[in-house]
């Protein structure tokens, strides 16, 4: 359901500032957070949510294309760990555009299992997802298909009728290397309310902490809080026009930042778009924070 | 030569599958990854053992990643077994810790851990082996260890 439609660019400011707030909120306030996982935005690794850990992520991307206005993206995402070899997320997401409005666009659920129990050179992950957002969306979680920055020229109030049902599958290939994570995505999509092709993307990431071994004590802007790493993502076309023509690419360093004795993580990215279908560079920051073992704080035996 | 296929047949199928699903999780639950631990591993040395810088390392790296289900003292906590038992502490050689760490037991619940760097996990292992035995165990885990064959 979206929420009020509000029409003036104050009114989507002080959102976005109040986005700003709550974030900063999570981000000096949340008592615990979150783990291993690398540093990226677009890219899965096999890392999965530990089972019983709940992990509260904002991921924001940011950009002013050219003939369009500025808009700030939000994904809030909850990400739960069932069983080892499962993870389950689920996204609302919503947006805040300059002279625009302010808007809810939709919801994701995501599902992603690990078919092999034991670690290899190379450790396939199924992912499933399907998403219930309207065309004002600006999470910009993936690109796939024919996206271009021209569809975010579109006012709010037209983009949100449009609503989508899609369903997507990825696989996800995952290596760690001597502290080095390798991570490759192959990404479709299709539309299940409307008779549009299979769209289709990828992501490639790599990454490594700054530091391999942890200190034995406190330091909070020590290298062992840091990770960085390389994006590189974009849309592959569809089953009717298969390749890189009129596709949306973006490439950019990234960089997280965990808070220590398990405070926040913080991560962030500027993504250069690499052609002219491509915004000009996406600001893409985020927090993330876990509450290890959520279900025993219900539980009995627990202490 | 082609059989028949009966309904009957195809109605066992899935009771068989079922069969062997929960064989494989009888198996899993009796707490014997440590027979799945190949020699190389096995026979694994702990660059870090008994290194106090490490085991300081060690312990900062416990308490962000394995102290809330295994308790802060390892003692366990809910299902989540002690790691001061004397399977963990005398059985499981570093090099078997360091496997499990890599491969986690993932139908019990036990993550992996692959993506800590190498040198981290040796750290955790250093400061788990530092803590030694002790017959406290907070967990509810009531199964019994088995022996390394």
Redesign the interface.
């Known amino acids: 359901m979206p929420l009020r439609l509000r029409s003036t660019s104050t009114r989507a400011r002080n959102a976005a500032r109040g986005v700003l707030v709550a974030l900063a909120f999570v981000a000096f306030f949340a008592p615990r957070a979150a783990?291993?996982?690398?540093p990226y935005f677009v890219t899965y690794?096999a890392?999965?949510e530990?089972?019983?850990n709940l992990e509260v992520s904002f991921k924001n991307t940011q950009a002013a294309p050219r003939n369009a206005n500025p808009f700030l993206g939000t994904a809030m995402e909850l990400e739960y760990?069932v069983?080892?070899?499962w993870t389950t997320e689920f996204y609302l997401d919503g947006q805040a555009t300059q002279h625009d409005s302010t808007i809810y666009t939709g919801f994701r659920w995501e599902n992603r299992f690990?078919p092999l129990?034991?670690?290899h050179w190379i450790?396939p992950v199924l992912y499933v997802e399907y998403e219930n957002t309207n065309r004002a969306d600006r999470a910009l979680l993936e690109i796939v298909g024919h996206d271009s920055i021209a569809d975010l020229a579109i006012p709010n109030a037209i983009a949100r009728t449009e609503i989508e049902r899609e369903m997507e599958l990825k696989l996800i290939l995952s290596s760690?290397y001597?502290?080095w994570?390798f991570s490759e995505n192959f990404i479709s999509e299709k539309a299940l309310n409307e008779s549009e092709p299979w769209e289709f993307g990828y992501a490639l990431g790599a990454s490594r902490?700054l530091s391999?071994?942890?200190?034995?004590?406190y330091c909070f802007f020590c290298r062992q809080n840091f990770a960085a790493g390389l994006e590189l993502y974009g849309g592959l076309g569809t089953t009717d026009g298969f390749g890189w023509k009129q596709t949306s690419q973006y490439l950019g360093p990234t960089v997280s930042f965990g808070t220590p004795?398990?405070g926040p993580t913080i991560f962030f990215s500027p993504q250069f778009g690499l052609n002219d279908n491509s915004a000009g560079v996406l600001y893409r920051f985020g927090v993330s924070y876990e509450i290890?073992?959520i279900g025993?704080i219900f539980?009995r035996?627990?202490? | 030569m082609h059989l028949p296929v009966t309904n009957k047949k195809i109605r066992l199928i899935p009771a068989a599958i079922t069969f062997c699903a929960v064989l494989l999780c009888m198996a899993m639950a009796d707490g014997s990854w440590l027979k799945n631990v190949s020699p190389d591993y096995h026979a694994k040395t702990n660059p870090f053992a008994a290194q106090p810088d490490a085991i300081a390392g060690g312990a900062y790296l416990f308490s962000d990643h394995c102290a809330k289900c295994h308790g802060k003292d390892a003692l366990g906590r809910g299902k989540h077994p002690s790691l001061r038992s004397e399977r963990v502490q005398k059985l499981a050689t570093d090099g078997d810790l360091f496997w499990l760490l890599k491969n986690g037991s993932l139908g019990r619940g036990m993550p992996n851990w692959s993506a800590i760097p190498e040198p981290s996990r040796w750290q955790l292992i250093a400061y788990v082996k530092s803590l030694g035995v002790s017959s406290t165990d907070n967990s509810s885990n009531t199964e019994v260890p088995k022996e390394k064959e």
Do not use: D, M, T
């Open positions: 783990a291993q996982e690398p690794s890392a999965l530990e089972p019983g760990g069983k080892g070899w690990r129990q034991r670690e450790n760690n001597k502290g994570n902490p391999l071994v942890s200190k034995g004590k004795r398990n290890q073992q025993s539980h035996n627990s202490k």
